[in-house]
Structures are given as structure tokens and as C-alpha cells.
């Protein structure tokens, strides 16, 4: 009966073709489990008969057979379920789970086949005790969960040492990317930043997350800055809006730490940056808004098949708003502006996004209103950006007698011409420029 227990060689050609295409470090783990069968099933024989005994030598005898049939079911499952090619060292709980399974389907296939030969050999008289099986299925999961966590602990353990030398530093925030910073932190010792402490409104004082203590609610940051000797703060937050990002830079600062920030949201989404990026906080964070939401039927049924005029339409803005509004079909595109060469710049960027759509380039001064009721008239436009402007204060402070002229008479010039010829929809593109604002002076508040 020992000899027609064996696995199939059909089974064996596929786990030896499967093995084989593991690496070095997959044959290891392999060759591990192959003992650890082999080691839980005697264990589970000799916890069942209190070895070493008489009973223990005689099961250990008949059954002999099962070792190659449970090493081939519990290979074969792992190999199929792809436990060799998982990255341990970053092992979760879904490698957990891939254990249980595997050892479980492993158990059920070979013990299944284990108790049909069994029963089916009426000349057995010692029986197959289940308890065997249970204890062998628990103790397999344990050591097949050793092997491969251990290369986990081993990772944190080393990953902890790291962050223990560098500066110390607070990290705001209790969600996924405080997480996944906690963890970019202790995989990048070269950072050269040692949490020491959590501060979270979402969590409470005195618990702890990834090993590190949770100080206390964001309000309180400076005290926190203060107690634990922290001289950085690292704002986990990528959905915080820019007030509640300016009022904990300015706390984190006055009391003497430098700020870093996981880019926001949009960023994210955009794929420009991953969370855990961590950066110096910079203008534009403090800045930040609640993201606004378009909607982008109602934008496609404004311009589609609609003549659409642009004023300015060689400029930055005037050639930005060309190439967006172009992907909602307008019947016609009519650009207008006094430079040949800038105009001619738009149209080949127009080129590649829809070559069959109509563009109709006009060279035309706004100052020129007679001309300009003229295409008016021709062209009859259903919308109207008005984006032709000068545009540098310090350059047409020199020059205020062109400013004046194009900026206010041709605008004035415009909005006649839309309202003589009837256009629905008339958007001004303000030309108003921020010059030593007084937000930026000496004194303010940088909370507000």
C-alpha cells in the first residue's frame, strides 16, 4: 500500500516544469515547504501517539506513503496559486489570506486522496485518526507562514534601526498617506527623518499606528512640536483645502520646524506625482481650493456646433482657449488678432486635435472698429471670448497711451460689436494684474 500512494506522474513532471521556472529565491522557499510538510506531518503523528512510543513507530511505518502524496498536493497548490512569486518582504494580509488558502485546498486535495486509499483497503487496521489531519493543516499554516514572514520582519526590523537616526519629525495626518509615509520613511533612511509621533483629529490621543504614538489633535501642533523636540512636520494631508494647510504651516513655523507635504489630490490624479512624494511645502499648497467639478455636457452643449469668436486668439490665453474648445465641435472657430505669426502659431497647434474642423483665422486690430463690426456681421458669432489685451504693467506703464487704447477702447469696441450683432454669450477674460499686492506685505497673517 506504500508504493499505490504515490502522486501521478503527470502531477510530478508539472510541479518539477513549475519549479523550474522559479527563481533562486523561489526554489529556496520551495525547498522549505517540502520540509515543513514533511516535519508537520510527523509532528502532528507524534503529538496524536505521545511519541516516542510503540504506536507512534508503527503509524510512522504504514504511513509513510502519505509524505510524497501531501509534498506533491502542498507544492503543487503553491505553485499554482504563485506563492514563489510574491514580494515577502513586503508581505500584508493578503498574503496572509494566499497562505491559508493554499495550505487549506493543499489539505483538502491530499487528505481527500489520503482517506479514499485508506478506506478503500479493507486489509488497514490501524485506521487514519482525523485529528492527524487537522493538526498537520494548523501546523503547515504555521510554518509556511514563518518562512515568508519572517523575511517581512526581518525587512521592518531593519527598516526600524533606519529611522531611528536623523531628524526628528511629526507626521499630520491618520489615513493612507500618512501610512504610506510612515513607510517611505523607513524604506529611504536616506531621508534623513525619524518619526516620533502622529497628530490626527481622526484618531485618538494615545493610540497608536504603525508602531508610533498618536500625540494629539492638529490644533495643538506647536505644543506637540515643542514636547516631542521634533524640528520637522510632514502634512500627510492631500484633501486639505488651503486654509486649513496655511494655519499649520504657520504653527509648525513658528515654533521652529520646517514644513514638508504629499502633493494634493489633483496632482495625484493627474499623474504627475505619487502620494508618499514628500517635497517642501511651496506657494501654490497654500493655496489650494476644493476642487471644482465641470460639467461637461452642459460646457459640449454651449459650444457644439456653435460659431465661436475668439479676440486674442495668438496670445497664451486666447490659444489656450482654442485648442479646449476645439474638443467640443464648434461649427466654426473664428480667431482674431493683429499678429500674423502668433495666429499662424495657434492654427498648427490646432492642426492635430481635428484638421477637418473649420478655423477661420482673421489678422484684425480691435482698435479698428469699423473693420471689426464688419466681421461681426459676417461672421455672426453665437459665443465671444474676449481675451486681446496687453498684458505686462511694468512694460505699458511706459507705453499707457497703447494700454488705454487697446485695453479699454478696443474693448469697447468689441462688446458694440457683440451687442449690434446679436451674440448670445459674451465671456470678458479680465486683463487686471496683481501689482505689489497687500497680501504679501510685511505683518500679514499667512493663516488667512
Not at 46 to 72: E, G, T
Not at 175 to 183: K, S
Request: aromatic share 6%; net charge positive; with cysteine.
Amino acid at each position: 500500500m506504500r508504493t499505490g500512494g504515490l502522486p501521478p506522474m503527470g502531477t510530478a513532471r508539472a510541479l518539477v516544469g513549475g519549479a523550474a521556472r522559479l527563481s533562486l529565491r523561489g526554489r529556496h522557499l520551495l525547498a522549505f515547504d517540502a520540509i515543513a510538510t514533511v516535519t508537520a506531518f510527523l509532528l502532528s503523528l507524534a503529538l496524536r501517539f505521545d511519541a516516542p512510543s510503540a504506536q507512534f513507530d508503527a503509524y510512522v511505518y504504514a504511513y509513510a506513503w502519505v509524505l510524497p502524496v501531501l509534498v506533491a498536493c502542498r507544492l503543487s497548490a503553491f505553485v499554482l496559486l504563485r506563492m514563489y512569486q510574491r514580494v515577502w518582504r513586503y508581505a500584508s494580509v493578503d498574503e496572509l489570506v494566499a497562505i491559508l488558502a493554499a495550505v487549506g485546498l493543499s489539505s483538502i486535495a491530499g487528505y481527500t486522496f489520503i482517506y479514499a486509499i485508506v478506506f478503500s483497503t479493507p486489509a488497514s487496521a490501524l485506521g487514519f485518526p482525523r485529528s492527524v489531519a487537522i493538526m498537520d493543516t494548523v501546523l503547515m499554516i504555521a510554518f509556511a507562514g514563518a518562512w515568508r514572514f519572517a523575511l517581512r520582519l526581518g525587512r521592518v526590523g531593519r527598516a526600524g534601526a533606519s529611522t531611528t537616526r536623523g531628524q526628528r519629525a511629526l507626521v499630520v495626518g491618520g489615513g493612507a498617506a500618512a501610512i504610506a509615509v510612515l513607510r517611505e520613511l523607513r524604506a529611504n533612511s536616506q531621508l534623513g527623518l525619524a518619526p516620533v509621533g502622529i497628530v490626527s483629529d481622526d484618531l485618538g490621543e494615545g493610540q497608536r499606528l504603525l508602531g508610533l504614538p498618536v500625540l494629539g489633535p492638529a490644533a495643538d501642533l506647536a505644543g506637540h512640536i515643542e514636547r516631542s523636540g521634533a524640528v520637522a512636520v510632514l502634512l500627510a494631508l492631500p484633501s486639505a483645502d488651503g486654509r486649513t494647510l496655511r494655519k499649520l504651516v504657520h504653527q509648525a513655523e513658528s515654533a521652529g520646524a520646517r514644513c514638508l507635504t504629499v502633493p494634493s489630490v489633483a496632482e495625484v490624479i493627474a499623474g504627475r506625482v505619487t502620494v508618499n512624494a514628500l517635497r517642501e511645502v511651496e506657494f501654490e499648497d497654500l493655496l489650494r481650493r476644493a476642487p471644482s467639478r465641470i460639467d461637461l455636457d452642459s460646457v459640449a452643449h454651449a459650444f457644439r456646433d456653435r460659431i465661436v469668436l475668439i479676440t486674442g486668439g495668438g496670445g497664451s490665453i486666447g490659444g489656450e482657449l482654442a485648442r479646449q474648445i476645439i474638443r467640443f465641435g464648434p461649427r466654426r472657430l473664428v480667431l482674431v488678432g493683429r499678429g500674423e505669426n502668433s495666429i499662424f502659431e495657434t492654427m498648427q497647434s490646432l492642426a492635430p486635435l481635428d484638421a477637418a474642423r473649420a478655423v477661420a483665422p482673421v489678422i484684425l486690430d480691435i482698435r479698428d472698429r469699423a473693420r471689426l463690426g464688419r466681421l461681426f456681421d459676417r461672421e455672426r458669432p453665437d459665443v465671444v471670448f474676449h481675451a486681446a489685451a496687453h498684458k505686462h504693467v511694468h512694460f505699458m506703464e511706459q507705453f499707457p497711451e497703447e494700454a488705454v487704447a487697446t485695453n479699454i477702447h478696443g474693448t469697447e469696441n468689441v462688446l458694440d460689436a457683440a451687442v449690434e450683432s446679436g451674440v448670445g454669450r459674451f465671456v470678458f477674460i479680465s486683463t487686471d494684474k496683481a501689482v505689489n499686492p497687500g497680501s504679501s506685505s510685511r505683518g500679514a497673517d499667512p493663516s488667512r
